[in-house]
């Protein structure tokens, strides 16, 4: 077979699992956009549903959030080398600090993006989380953001290898305590996994998940899967000749039509490989053994989410065994009646309008909720 026939008939399976994906979409699209619900208030103040459908694309300032450069006051983008998997890494991250006071004593927060994104993930809030006294931190892994793969390929692009990432992060930079660890999207389930973890036990103080996904498949990773192996098949290609390059064009075009959108095309195309990597049974296990630990939570999503279906995040609240008196609603002004008991420790702070980047459309309230919640622990 010639080079050019393989390399035709790899175009066309491509182009075939692209068409089909998007067919997917709009096949399961039609089925939740009944399911997905907006919450109102009656004259009467009970909480009544109502159906409303999605929104479909995200904004273009949206779509480009990771791109943008414009980090805020107190940022600086540094490395360090940290030892992980076997090898060592320079790891890329954004820190940053108050601007006001000594960073020395400050509470560290560590922030951990999603899939495909960097640290500009907290663009909007990190400054505004650092200007209440704390050191926010923010990891890029490596083939989302500027930290290089290592080239022996050890790393793997699955949450307990990120999790390793962060744990060397956390010694590299000899942390003893870390206020809050908050993912945002596919970086809850590393938040899952660190929280989870007996040997931080007494170092994360508490966790976030910022927009983050339930305990079972999510509308983005059932198309990942509805194709068996295509995103092994992707991860394989992607550094073949000529392979790769066609790859990573067909992959972007299929993320950014999602609404999403990472830094480079690679980075897009191990986007998809990432979702698929998704144990969602390690994650429900994770978040069993935060709830036996009573570590302190916050939950916060968005009931017009169209990448993750919002109901599927109530299971999350099931888990972890927040009752409904610690659920605080903001309508689709943004404006909240609601206040938390005092030493509530473990919360939930529900939008009804925000989509999945609650950080870009409500930075000052989602600030405010972290920055909360991180005083009340402070407060202990």
């Not at 009944?34 to 103040?45: H, N, P, W």
């Not at 083939?143 to 290592?150: A, L, N, Q, V, W």
């Not at 994770?286 to 109530?314: C, G, H, Y």
Request: proline share 4%; aromatic share 8%; net charge positive.
């Amino acid at each position: 077979m010639s080079r050019s026939i393989a390399a035709n008939r790899v175009f066309n399976t491509f182009r075939i699992f692209s068409r089909s994906v998007c067919s997917a979409d709009q096949l399961t699209q039609s089925r939740h956009s009944q399911r997905l619900f907006k919450m109102e208030t009656s004259t009467g103040g009970e909480r009544q549903m109502s159906t409303e459908e999605p929104r479909r694309f995200a904004r273009p300032d949206e779509v480009d959030y990771a791109l943008k450069q414009d980090m805020g006051q107190g940022y600086t983008r540094r490395t360090v080398q940290i030892s992980a998997l076997g090898t060592k890494y320079n790891m890329v991250y954004g820190e940053w600090v108050p601007v006001d006071r000594p960073v020395e004593g400050c509470p560290a927060v560590i922030c951990i993006h999603g899939t495909p994104a960097t640290e500009g993930a907290f663009r909007p809030i990190g400054s505004r989380i650092a200007s209440g006294g704390y050191r926010v931190l923010a990891v890029n892994f490596p083939g989302m953001g500027y930290t290089e793969i290592d080239p022996e390929r050890r790393y793997n692009h699955t949450t307990p290898d990120k999790a390793e990432l962060v744990k060397g992060f956390i010694t590299a930079l000899r942390l003893e305590s870390v206020a809050m660890v908050i993912g945002h999207s596919l970086g809850g389930h590393v938040v899952g996994k660190l929280s989870a973890d007996p040997d931080l036990e007494g170092i994360v103080q508490s966790a976030c998940f910022l927009c983050g996904t339930g305990v079972t498949p999510h509308r983005m990773q059932k198309l990942s899967t509805r194709i068996p192996y295509a995103a092994y098949i992707i991860y394989r290609a992607l550094y073949i000749p000529v392979i790769g390059r066609i790859t990573r064009f067909i992959c972007a075009k299929f993320m950014h039509y999602m609404g999403l959108r990472g830094r480079t095309t690679e980075a897009q195309a191990l986007g998809i490989y990432e979702v698929y990597a998704m144990e969602f049974n390690v994650f429900a296990q994770n978040l069993m053994r935060i709830a036996e630990r009573k570590l302190p939570v916050l939950l916060f999503f968005s009931l017009d989410d169209t990448v993750v279906e919002s109901e599927l995040l109530q299971e999350n609240i099931d888990v972890l065994g927040i009752p409904d008196a610690d659920i605080k609603d903001y309508d689709d002004n943004g404006q909240s009646e609601s206040i938390y008991r005092d030493g509530t420790l473990r919360r939930v702070v529900r939008f009804a309008a925000g989509t999945h980047r609650l950080q870009f459309t409500n930075p000052e309230r989602t600030t405010a909720e972290i920055v909360s919640l991180l005083d009340a622990l402070g407060r202990r």
